[in-house]
């Protein structure tokens, strides 16, 4: 069927379908060569104005060409056109879908959009409350949001963000996971369910709507299926979150399973859920300890990592996919999933991906076009036999657990606040 905006929809049970997939500004109209020649010949023109030499111009270099790149990229984004208008947006007023408590954001009334980045961050500050239903309002954001590249943002990006990508060290890792997911159980489990899955779940038929239990036992048959466990096989999950997988695996494939994580509390969680699961301790267990100090011996028949990858890091990823091949079998089977970017990146996906590493994420730099993974599997030795592209899976997992968010929403700010 068509929707009233002119596009395209589905009638599919088992997602909740987007009113407007819009599609704005980004590497379609991104000057890439143009970028490269402002950054390099900002300083350099500065160089020859003022007669300086080449040393001076190293030396400018950085600061001139950061200044000119984060300039660059805000002109850019701020006024770039969509490459796609064939969405017909409601064109209602900012007020309708937002309100404002501050005097200082009241300039963003009538069509008048508000920077997302500013959005957030004022909304989190209690200074905005949104008119309605969360979802239907972000879905609704191109209406009323513009994704330009703010100064909190480059502030975050330059600070943080890019320290955090070239070093990547151990302590960091930890303190950002222990931080991150030893938050409480509890505060998980509102939303992730009895399942305690932090992973896409899998849809098995889109005219169904499958309950968020039914999709992640859907996902984890699916992983196990697709690596052909068999019974004494030794199985090692990297990044196994709660653990869940470890004990699926070990019970009704019977493999020797070993899950990693750097999570003190889901170590705890793991170990009792391959209790509760009935597996020997012998069989099944859960070791809280950094992915780089993994015995590679004995080596592993199958080996998994469901989004934990990002984590490693982007300049790290080779060596990290070495060392797993290290740890396999010759005849081994490695089974990656990773949350990734659109090659025709947009810059939206900047901004949230920002605040994905800032408040949701933190330290997940590796999320990557689908080409430049099999680039690195390859590069690293892996042959490649099989991807699966899960967005519309993981479309119907989120809307699931939005849900269980909202039913548990008031045990949650009890326990936890605002």
Not at 76 to 81: C, L, M, N, P
Request: with cysteine; hydrophobic share 40%.
């Amino acid at each position: 069927m068509t929707a009233g905006n002119g596009v395209k929809i589905t009638t599919w049970k088992a997602i909740k379908n987007a009113p407007y997939p819009a599609e704005g500004a980004g590497n379609q109209t991104f000057g890439f060569y143009s970028l490269v020649a402002a950054v390099l010949g900002g300083p350099l023109f500065l160089t020859l104005y003022f007669h300086l030499g080449f040393w001076i111009w190293l030396i400018i270099f950085v600061p001139v060409g950061v200044a000119i790149f984060l300039g660059f990229v805000y002109l850019s984004s701020r006024y770039s056109s969509p490459y796609n208008n064939k969405v017909e947006l409601p064109r209602k007023k900012v007020e309708e879908y937002l309100t404002m408590k501050d005097a200082t954001l009241e300039e963003y009334t009538g069509r008048k959009k508000i920077p997302m980045e500013l959005f957030f961050e004022s909304y989190f500050d209690g200074k905005i409350d949104l008119t309605g239903d969360a979802l239907e309002i972000l879905e609704a954001r191109h209406d009323w949001a513009s994704f330009e590249f703010c100064l909190g943002q480059a502030k975050f990006f330059l600070t943080q963000w890019i320290p955090e990508t070239v070093w990547h060290s151990k302590k960091q890792d930890e303190d950002q996971v222990r931080d991150h997911y030893d938050r409480g159980d509890d505060f998980y489990a509102a939303f992730l369910g009895p399942s305690m899955v932090y992973t896409s779940g899998v849809i098995s038929d889109p005219e169904k709507n499958e309950t968020l239990e039914e999709l992640q036992e859907n996902k984890l048959k699916f992983v196990c299926e697709v690596m052909k466990f068999k019974a004494g096989e030794r199985h090692l999950d990297i990044g196994c979150g709660w653990g869940t997988l470890v004990a699926h695996a070990a019970k009704h494939y019977g493999v020797d399973s070993t899950g990693i994580t750097l999570g003190k509390n889901q170590t705890e969680f793991g170990n009792n859920r391959i209790k509760e699961y009935g597996v020997d301790e012998g069989q099944a267990r859960i070791l809280c300890m950094d992915y780089r100090d993994i015995p590679s011996r004995p080596r592993y028949h199958k080996i998994t990592c469901l989004e934990m990858a990002e984590h490693v890091g982007v300049l790290h990823f080779q060596t990290f996919l070495n060392q797993v091949k290290d740890m396999l079998e010759d005849d081994g089977l490695f089974f990656l999933q990773i949350a990734g970017l659109r090659r025709t990146w947009q810059y939206e996906d900047f901004i949230w991906g920002l605040f994905m590493a800032k408040y949701i994420f933190p330290g997940a730099d590796a999320s990557c076009p689908l080409a430049w993974i099999i680039n690195q599997l390859e590069v690293a030795g892996f042959e490649v036999f099989r991807t699966d592209t899960v967005g519309v899976h993981y479309s119907g997992t989120i809307y699931r657990w939005y849900q269980n968010w909202l039913k548990n929403k008031d045990s949650i700010i009890k326990s936890y606040g605002k």
